[in-house]
């Protein structure tokens, strides 16, 4: 059985890359070897979420993949990030789409919460992100967000802990675990995140989502997630997608370029179009629910 330690560097080590390790696992579950982890315990709940067998008891044993991670960067995302794992392993597995899996009691407050908008639209905003780089300017997102509810929407942005940045949007809420945040993900209309964790649970979810996209090379991160949605400005500097690699430089550390210049009233734009696709090929039954 392939064992993929996770715990032994710092690449493909964050909530976003267990989410893509995840759709490879998922692929290796019906052969005799399927994959299975040695990660930590914040990450080892993401990979629970999606039925993978994964351990966050510490351990030196496995297969670290994190070097994949300098060829792809060498290589300037040239490819899908998958691609450039699944060639560490030795696999030519397909990905595979894993599914989440939510407790009773997860779903009844997912459920209960979403009641609390009467509208037929729920766009959740996920505004925060480690990693300046990725990261949206907060002006924007508290733009889009007043935005929205001018436009009779509902929106709430969900934040990992208190911030005070995004202290005068519509509605806010934070401090909620890994699961609730999904099962109510799973209930969204769509998703609003920076390149970062949640818009991959949110895209594996199949829910729509919108990623500000700046520096990396969405089809490199998210060209297995039909759902993701990578945004850059109408006419991007010739910055946009380096992933990392030259123009890249000091001043990038504290902000992209190409994502200041992807204006507010743009990703209203696409919210709004893809608000009206979804009206008319709402599903019959939430995302999240597993069938057997």
């Known amino acids: 059985m392939p064992l993929i ?12 890359d267990v989410v893509s390790l995840a759709w490879i696992a998922e692929g290796t579950r019906d052969t005799p ?115 929205l509810k001018k436009r009779n929407l509902a929106v709430l942005a969900m934040l990992s802990h208190e911030d005070p940045r995004f202290n005068n949007l519509p509605n806010f809420m934070w401090g909620f675990d890994l699961h609730r945040v999904a099962a109510l993900m799973s209930l969204a209309s769509l998703v609003v995140g920076n390149d970062s964790g949640p818009a991959h649970i949110s895209g594996t979810l199949g829910v729509p989502t919108i990623v500000p996209s700046g520096p990396t090379r969405a089809e490199c991160v998210f060209g297995h997630i039909p759902e993701v949605i990578a945004l850059t400005n109408d006419e991007p500097p010739d910055c946009a997608g380096c992933h990392f690699k030259p123009p890249f430089r000091a001043a990038c550390d504290q902000g992209c370029q190409a994502l200041y210049a992807l204006k507010p009233h743009t990703v209203l734009g696409r919210v709004i179009s893809e608000l009206a696709l979804i009206s008319v090929r709402r599903p019959a039954a939430p995302a999240w629910l597993a069938t057997e």
């Open 5 to 16: 330690n996770t715990t032994l560097g710092s690449s493909y080590a964050g909530i976003g």
């Open 33 to 147: 070897d399927p994959i299975s982890f040695v990660t930590s315990p914040a990450n080892a709940v993401v990979l629970n979420l999606f039925g993978q067998n994964a351990t966050d008891q510490p351990s030196t044993d496995g297969i670290y993949v994190g070097d994949a991670y300098a060829t792809e960067l060498a290589e300037g995302g040239a490819r899908l990030r998958l691609d450039y794992i699944r060639d560490k392993l030795g696999l030519n597995t397909p990905y595979k789409r894993p599914r989440a899996h939510f407790p009773p009691e997860i779903q009844e407050w997912a459920e209960q919460t979403r009641r609390g908008f009467p509208e037929d639209d729920l766009v959740l905003l996920f505004p925060q992100t480690f990693w300046k780089p990725r990261a949206w300017p907060d002006p924007y997102w508290v733009e889009l967000a007043w935005w």
